[in-house]
């Protein structure tokens, strides 16, 4: 299995590499997670290896009930954020840099105490390791994929089309309280586009901290003091214009901001 996930991850980069059209798995390889798991963490490590850096935090797809029965997925699936994908509030985006440019406005927090266990801890718990909170962009590329035929395990071992994040400026979790109820409101060139609330991402936001913090530890890598992780879109997925200026508000924390070159 060892070279079988090698030769998938190392084709998936050099699809990347090529900008060509993002492909699912061949079968039977589509609904094998343990599978695509294991080609996700290759591909991390093959671009680690080539320059983009450590894994700095997590992304969460597949949050609500209607999009896991949509990919074949009956929980949410995580993927790799690296370093050098990582951008702060005001970042210059080049759309040129991807195939189809993607943002979705989200929220993001800090740990600040790691989760070894297996099984999902309470979230008291999950509230009580986090450092910070702040709203944040997930940077996506679906390489012109075909959204009426998504399937999780294909996404997965792509890194669920993950490409990095622009975070707005962090707040202190513990002075912020719970997640939940939070209005998000997106405006692109100073118009709003959007408003949402954060469960529309699937629920307490906590949950999906739990839910990742014990998926993570499964598979050995438990999450670590210092690690972010994106919580779920609760806007729609934006595909951005040349020239367009984007923000991304949650209460009581200051803005995500993007332009688009």
């Known amino acids: 299995m060892a070279d079988t996930v090698d030769a998938t991850a190392a084709k998936i980069a050099a699809g990347h590499r090529a900008r060509a059209p993002y492909a699912p798995l061949p079968e039977p390889r589509s609904g094998d997670f343990g599978f695509a798991y294991a080609v996700q963490d290759r591909l991390a490590a093959h671009w680690s290896a080539a320059g983009e850096g450590r894994i700095v935090g997590w992304k969460i797809g597949f949050t609500t009930k209607p999009i896991q029965a949509l990919a074949g997925i009956a929980e949410p699936g995580a993927g790799a954020i690296l370093a050098r994908r990582w951008h702060t509030s005001g970042a210059v985006l080049r759309r040129a ?7 979705e406005g989200e929220i993001a927090v800090r740990v600040g105490e790691a989760f070894p266990e297996t099984d999902p801890v309470d979230l008291d718990r999950a509230a009580g390791r986090l450092e910070s909170v702040a709203a944040a962009f997930e940077i996506s590329d679906d390489r012109n994929a075909d959204w009426s035929r998504m399937e999780a395990a294909s996404m997965i071992a792509d890194n669920i089309w993950n490409m990095g994040v622009v975070l ?89 901001v993007a332009t688009v070159i």
């Open 97 to 103: 840099d991807y195939v189809h440019l993607g943002l």
């Open 168 to 256: 707005g400026p962090p707040a202190p979790a513990r002075d912020y309280g719970r997640l939940i109820g939070r209005k998000g409101v997106l405006t692109i060139n100073g118009a709003v586009r959007q408003e949402a609330v954060s469960e529309d991402a699937g629920g307490d936001p906590l949950a999906i901290v739990a839910w990742l913090g014990a998926h993570l530890a499964r598979r050995g890598q438990p999450l670590q003091p210092g690690q972010w992780i994106m919580t779920g879109s609760f806007v729609d997925t934006t595909f951005p214009n040349v020239g367009d200026r984007y923000e991304f508000a949650v209460d009581r924390l200051e803005p995500a």
